[in-house]
DNA sequence: CAATCGCATGGCA
DNA sequence: CTGCCATGCGATT
């Protein structure tokens, strides 16, 4: 846009550009207009509209200095901000006002549900336009969300310029760079003022002037400032917007979107200007942060002050271009989330964030909630339920009916879904990005940041998978996702994280990254033509085991150059060397050298490889070889290939989190557990299959089984002596014959103590187990000398109070009473947990035993598992 | 009996 | 310690 001519962009001025033009103003596509010099110092004062602008219409007084400011145009933008009781205030007022001003908190109304009237939508789009002059911008901004019917609506009308970053609210952390300070409504835009005060805080234009986000730089800027003051005042019934999005369009060379939060001059920036904040909130920085938290309204009522990264839309150009198509709608990302296997399931269930929810969505006060219309990038509409479950005081948020989207769209857990706002149609969008697919179009986002020098993420966490075809030290591999089980291997373990969140995935790596899960992996080996393999099943997974070796596919890695762009690597089907491609190009699964179209040179086979494919994945310590790729046998041809893969799916899997960047992929089982959790959840075949496995068997799922048997039957003896202490204690109260031998259950606490000591005991509880001595089997007992991993002893526990202990203490109470002289079954039936306690003495904790894995397979699920425990209190009672 | 619904549970931040 | 939320699971249809 604006470097396009030579000639400095102010039309008033046309005086040539020198070398190094100024920035100016932020202009739609995310670049700065760039001024000649002399522009450029008139503009860095705050000036130009004075200067320029001084006959145009526009002008309009502060509310509280009365200094003129400039209000039409897209120089001055940021020079004021709207004040909800009408009238606008300059920005060095508006920074004063708001840091004086209690935070206020939105009213949830207002928030989302106004609909902004066509009208006005349009008039901001074209303000924009006009004012800004520049090309088509994907993004624009984009005022409300829906067309709720709220009240409040009124307000909005007046403001053209309303823009707020809802993200902002969202996110309370900070990123925002998006200027809220429009919540103000202009009265009359035509009718602004000027001022010449633009200048307020406005700040030297980075050089760069990428169109990176620096919200940092600026200290007041408009960003935050805004509104605050005089718009909190009237949240209550001031709508807001949704905020601006300043995107970029994709004007470097790799695609990065310009943000426009960068330059913003604190007083200049556009309040239209979009942002794009799924860039932005990666990149704020302490500076940007504080002055947006300063000045953002945040916190509404409702809580949607704050979204987890995790949530933050991470749109890259494309996926806005896909979502709005060609058509002139501005679009606002709101949030995106991965599909955890719930979501992704049968159930038709998409949890939403409840920040999301309440932040972006109609606000529903009843359960069942209200339907809500939402449109995907095709065009195609889709209407799901949005309500909520009371939980935990709480709520929590779905959207149901997803399902037929869901698979329309062909998610599975671990894609990601994001929801954005088209306006001026106030329309709900949703789109997604394939775990797999995912795109170098993220990755751009991310270089863009680094590049700018925007921490965005350093340390954000990306949630998306848009991450995983980074390429980061350890190196993984991205690769097309496939099949929906391959969903267990779309979060990754992230046990190195630390304290990161393990649903999130953090990269902090500026490196590209290679991720590759066995299970993808393994969906890179084809079978070779006409061979039928032969099924194996290895502690529960089956593999194909074929007698040639599998080919591999053509997986890419996608990556980020030296030169910033996005590119993918992708080898040759014939001399195996990697090519450098585009990173948005689509590449058939067979692939040879003479389909490289964007390197000439590189078009044969003969050319030599550009760039090791080493150097993109840095060696990786981990020699475990991948469990789950073991069974097929890979031929000397592919090794080169595979063996890459190999150690990616090591790294990736089995790396044990060691070094491995966290990156979280769901499993199947358990979204919050990556691959290579060693929890039993996630090391055990699915429910109802797999081998038996012995009662000696030490197999990690059995021995995390017993070791979680162990804690679980620890607690709950422990709640069994609590009960049974009550119990006794009542029962002594009400019994006029004591107990003889009570005394040693008469003291609850000292329960489990009290079992060690009584043998004798805990044989009668084990009548299955033959061996005392064996605490295995001893445990066991009540399983009959099995241990089925399926069971649930902590669910036991839970339901004990009302099922377990509960009915065991009733059962002992009943048999007390009416067997006053056997009154050593409650302490029998506390030995017995503790019998089984110290046979389960293996293990140090444990995690819940989910749905299981039964090595006896005597008992295929949990309930049998309850069941199992319903003999032992049958035969107690029986001896009692 | 399967599918759904709605709440409960518990891991995690 | 609290809140979020993925998932479990009983209740209902």
Known sequence: MSSSSKICFNKECKELKSDRPRKGWLLRGGEFAELCDRCGVIFDEGRFCDTYHINASGWRCCESCGKRVHCGCIASVNAFTLLDAGGIECMTCARKNVLSAPTASWPPSLFYQTPLPERIKDFSVK????????????????????????????????????????????????????????????????????????KTGSREIPENGNAGLNLDEQPSSCLNKSQQSSSFKDDSSTPHFGLAVSYASPNETNGQIGVSGSHLRPSLQPPLMKQFHGNLHNGVDSLGETQVRNGRPRVDPRGRGQLLPRYWPRFT???????????????????????????????????????????????????????????????????????????NNSRMYVLEGVTPCIQNMQLQAGDIVTFSRLEPEGKLVMGFRKASTNQASDQDNEATKAGTGVSTNGDAELADPSSWSKVDKSGYIATEAIGVKSSISRKRKNTTLGSKSKRLKIENEDLIELKLTWEEAQGLLRPPPNNVPSVVVIEGYEFEEYEEAPILGKPTIFATDNMGEKIQWIQCEDCSKWRKVPANALLPSKWTCSGNLWDPERSVCSAAQEMQLEDLIPPCNNSAPPKKMKAAKQEPDNVEALEGLDTLANLAIL??????????????????????????????????????????????VCLTVKRRFHTLMLRREKKQSEKEAESSRKKQQQQKQPLPDKSADDEPLSCSKTGNNSPSEKKVVSEGSDDDSNRMKSSTSPFKGQIDLNIQPEREDELSPGSDSGSIVRLIQDATDKYPSQQRLPSSVINSNTALNEGMQCGETGEKIGSGITLDGSHQDADEDDHGILPMKASISANG
């Open 127 to 198: 303000n924009w336009t006009q004012l800004a002059g520049s090309g088509p911008v994907p993004w624009r901004q984009a005022p409300s969300l829906f067309n709720s019917p709220m009240s409040h609506t009124e307000l909005r009308p007046k403001v053209p310029y309303e823009v707020e970053l809802t993200m902002d609210r969202i996110n309370a952390s900070e990123r925002l760079v998006a200027t809220t300070l429009e919540k103000r409504k202009v009265e009359d835009f035509s009718e602004r003022l000027v001022n010449g005060g633009l």
């Open 317 to 391: 150009d494309q996926d806005l271009q896909q979502i709005s198509g060609d058509s002139n709608s501005v679009i606002t990302p709101l949030f995106e989330k991965m599909l955890s296997a719930s979501d992704a399931g049968r159930i038709g269930r998409l949890v939403l964030p409840k920040k999301c929810a309440e932040a972006y969505f109609p606000p529903i006060s009843q359960p069942e909630g209200l339907p809500l219309k939402v449109q995907d990038s095709k065009g195609k509409e889709w209407i799901f339920q949005f309500r909520f479950w009371p939980n």
């Open 655 to 700: 790396g044990e989190g060691e070094a491995l960047p966290a990156s979280s992929q769901a499993t199947t089982k358990h979204p919050r557990h990556r691959p290579g959790c060693s929890c039993i959840v996630c090391i055990q075949p699915p429910s109802g299959k797999g081998p038996k496995h012995k009662q000696t068997c030490t197999c990690n």
